[in-house]
């Protein structure tokens, strides 16, 4: 072993200080309750945090670890070049042991770079943590201090963890008492997190919480595999943005007018809605909404202002665009699992690709002699509805091959043979009632988006309620249900709670199928990853794989079986349907609504990669 190691079997400073005596008897009876309450025998229960900075492909490189034995108390340090001579942790991880961290998948991260297997039982005071206090106010965050500050126990202050975090990631030799303040600082961490564990205990359902632990565990390897990207073309588009926006904007604005020296006008908009007649929603101040998600709404009414919203969020996510990509050509980023109130993945959106404007997904691409593919959940939140809601009828429309002229015709409005082809415009009205009603949208709304009467679209809702009788009156108890109970819960236990004032109805009514479809996509990562898939991404209800072009169609096949056993543990029994895209090398993905601002930009592209290799 190095000199310049700190021995792990030494004590540890805060140990000679007595900065561990927190730990008593008591405390030890309190954890051996918890484990008789779920009958589960544990030989050892610990602790564990580590300290890291990104590789070149942004995966981490370790620094320290260390680890915390709560039943013994004993606490061992090691340093990155005791760590990287070791094949397995310094730590029992079996059937029997548990093993506690904040925010794990960073700490799975580390041991996929020390090429170590997981934990077999991982609990994530951050994922617990996020789960008690949903749908309530976290005066400091989610981070550990705010965890911390919570349960009222005394932390450090962030400036200190910034200074800390400055010291281990921009220094790139240590010196023996850097390496002893970084030691100390992880280990700071790493009692404040049993501290924390102890303060958690009573809220802590231990299988549920390991089972929310096995996806921490599945995220950090999606997080390790990154997305493959054309890092060549992406490069050269951010290098000569300014230019190409520009000329976009001039491009895509000769149809609406509504850009001036390459600034949105709002009042050009407004005059250009008016000239043809368009409906659009303004806010209070009497001033058109701008927001993306209002122009995706109502380009389903207006599809002619499709190019419109896809310039305008191709132009936000370049104000803020921050996307890494490795030595590799692959792009990384932490995936923020359990983020959102219904627990999805909430990773940020200058960063992930699939958060940015649709055209950035164009710059996905596999590598040479591979294929990417995309599996996604066929009406995911509608086969959630019929399952849970126990309506027979919306069971048997989800069933169809087509759920929306099934509708149409049960509710005689449409003849038993009709196509998408024959009542292209009766399926529209009924497929926008469907998916709107899911997430409380009202007569308004629909008739907005259907360019139609309020009253038509009244009656849309009225068939829709009359049709599916039991959805609407198991909408309606879950909304009572948590009125009463003050929260609503997902079959794995992902709470959501329900604060005493300012609340939004239509939240817990979307609950069960927003929480319940995150449930399930992390059930199917799970699945994927076990099967021997290479998981490269999870995307709301759908997840990126990767495979060589001549195994593609076997690992497809196995993810969507993967998808559909996940989908019945979820569901009771009752099977979602899935669909795939696949983009073999050379191609690249191109989604929907994004092939003509693409085909502008990539001329663009490959004419200025022609001039870069002259």
């Not at 932390?155 to 100390?184: A, F, G, Q, V």
């Not at 009828?393 to 009709?418: C, E, V």
Request: charged share 25%.
């Amino acid at each position: 072993m190095s000199s310049q190691c700190l021995q792990s079997s030494s004590m540890s400073a805060l140990q000679e200080s007595g900065g561990i005596q927190f730990f008593n008897r008591t405390q030890r009876r309190k954890i051996t309750r918890f484990l008789k309450k779920y009958n589960f025998h544990a030989d050892n229960i610990y602790v564990i945090d580590y300290e890291f900075k990104p590789d070149g492909n942004g995966n981490p490189r370790v620094v320290c670890l260390v680890v915390y034995e709560l039943l013994s108390g004993n606490v061992y340090r090691y340093w990155s070049c005791e760590l990287y001579q070791m094949t397995s942790p310094p730590f029992k991880i079996g059937d029997n042991d548990i093993t506690i961290a904040y925010f794990a998948s960073a700490e799975m991260g580390c041991h996929l770079a020390l090429n170590w297997p997981f934990p077999a039982n991982l609990i994530d005071l951050y994922v617990e943590f996020s789960n008690i206090t949903n749908g309530l106010e976290r005066p400091h965050g989610k981070g550990l201090i705010g965890a911390l500050q919570y349960f009222g126990i005394i932390s450090m202050e962030n400036c200190e963890k910034k200074d800390m975090r400055d010291l281990i990631l921009h220094t790139e030799e240590h010196s023996h008492l850097e390496r002893k303040m970084i030691l100390d600082y992880c280990e700071v961490d790493v009692i404040s997190t049993a501290k924390l564990f102890l303060a958690m205990l009573e809220y802590i359902d231990l299988y549920r919480s390991m089972h929310r632990g096995n996806y921490m565990k599945s995220s950090s390897i999606m997080e390790y595999n990154g997305v493959p990207v054309d890092a060549e073309m992406l490069n050269l588009f951010l290098c000569h943005r300014d230019t190409i926006k520009l000329e976009l904007i001039e491009k895509v604005d000769r149809e609406y007018g509504v850009y001036q020296e390459g600034v949105f006008k709002t009042n050009k908009f407004l005059e250009y809605l008016v000239a043809h007649g368009y409906e659009w929603p303004f806010t209070m101040s009497g001033i058109p909404k701008l927001d993306d998600n209002t122009f995706k709404e109502m380009v389903k009414t207006y599809p002619q202002l499709n190019d419109l919203r896809q310039l305008r969020s191709m132009l936000s996510s370049l104000q803020s665009i921050s996307i890494f990509i490795g030595n590799d050509g692959r792009s990384r980023t932490i995936l923020s699992p359990f983020a959102s109130k219904s627990s999805r993945n909430q990773p940020s959106n200058s960063k992930f690709i699939f958060g940015m404007a649709k055209i950035f997904r164009c710059f996905l691409k596999p590598s040479f002699g591979t294929a990417l593919a995309y599996p996604d959940y066929c009406q995911q939140e509608f086969g959630i509805a019929a399952a849970f809601s126990g309506d027979q009828n919306m069971m048997d429309a989800y069933k169809d091959s087509d759920p929306y002229l099934w509708f149409a015709i049960k509710a005689g409005q449409a003849p038993l043979n009709a196509t998408k082809d024959s009542h292209k415009e009766i399926r529209k009205k009924f497929k926008a009632t469907s998916l709107g009603v899911l997430f409380c949208m009202e007569a308004h709304g629909l008739a907005r988006r259907l360019g139609i009467h309020y009253y038509e679209a009244k009656e849309l809702i009225a068939m829709h309620k009359s049709v599916f009788k039991q959805f609407w009156k198991w909408s309606e108890n879950n909304l009572n249900r948590a009125l009463l109970t003050r929260k609503l819960e997902t079959v794995f236990g992902w709470n959501i709670h329900v604060p005493n004032e300012d609340y939004n109805p239509r939240t817990y009514r979307n609950f069960p199928m927003q929480g319940n479809g995150a449930e399930m996509l992390r059930l199917a990562c799970q699945y994927i990853i076990e099967s021997g898939v290479k998981l490269c991404a999870p995307i709301h209800d759908a997840v990126l794989i990767e495979a060589p072009i001549n195994e593609i169609d076997d690992v497809i096949a196995k993810t969507q079986k993967a998808m559909l056993k996940a989908s019945k543990v979820i569901l009771d029994g009752f099977e979602l349907k899935t669909d795939v895209e696949v983009i073999r090398y050379p191609d690249r993905y191109i989604p929907e609504g994004a092939e003509e601002i693409w085909s502008f930009v990539e001329e663009k592209l490959i004419h200025l990669q022609g001039v870069k290799n002259v």
